[in-house]
């Protein structure tokens, strides 16, 4: 079994990860399934554990929702066990409240710049939409498909993120490299329109 798995993760079709209690995950296009080796490698047994389609779990891909320049999709609450076995509802993602102002550290970016690709996390083509408003955020202050407000600057969809953008920090996107580096960093009000 193992061999078989490891041609396939050689040919992208699928990935495993070996846990140290002898559990299999083998992930592929179609969904994830465990099996129980008990840490023996030359086991032959090919009897999942637990076999979980991704069509079961409802997991979509949003890539292609990205690159048609859609929206991803919100992410479902989650329901988890207390101790006292009550069900509980939470959130995956924490975001500023809706129309709330909050303070950010702005900078600039362009999209013709060395190393850049000028096409945004979500898909947008930034050198082919030159007057898109998008700011880059840190997707767990600000999810990917917000419409946000900077204070004096308008509103922008946040579609990009950034390796320095983390936290309370964007970065606006502006067509012209003069502007960007003008821009500078400042301190602005940042809400979450929708």
């Known amino acids: 079994m193992f061999r078989r798995m490891k041609e396939a993760f050689a040919q992208r079709q699928k990935s495993f990860l070996v846990s140290s209690a002898g559990m299999v995950l083998v992930v592929g296009l179609l969904g994830v399934v465990v099996y129980d080796t008990a840490g023996n490698e030359d086991s032959t047994d090919d009897e999942p554990v637990l ?3 991704l ?3 409802g997991i979509t891909s949003g890539e292609n929702n990205a690159l048609n320049g859609e929206n991803a999709p919100e ?5 988890t066990e207390t101790a006292d076995n009550t069900a509980e509802e939470t959130n995956t993602e924490e975001s500023p409240e809706a129309g709330e102002w909050e303070s950010f550290t702005a900078t600039a970016y362009t999209a013709s710049c060395e190393g850049c690709s000028g096409v945004t996390r979500t898909g947008i083509d930034l050198e082919e939409n030159p007057d898109a408003n998008v700011v880059a955020v840190d997707p767990d202050v ?3 498909g917000s419409t946000v407000e900077v204070r004096g600057h308008g509103e922008f969809l946040a579609a990009d993120t950034g390796g320095a953008i983390n936290g309370q920090k964007i970065d606006i996107f502006m067509p012209e490299r003069e502007n960007a580096l003008s821009f500078g960093r400042q301190e602005v009000e940042v809400r979450v329109i929708d």
């Open 51 to 53: 076999l979980v389609s």
């Open 75 to 79: 992410a479902a609450p989650v329901n």
């Open 55 to 57: 069509e079961d779990t």
């Open 142 to 144: 600000i999810p990917l």
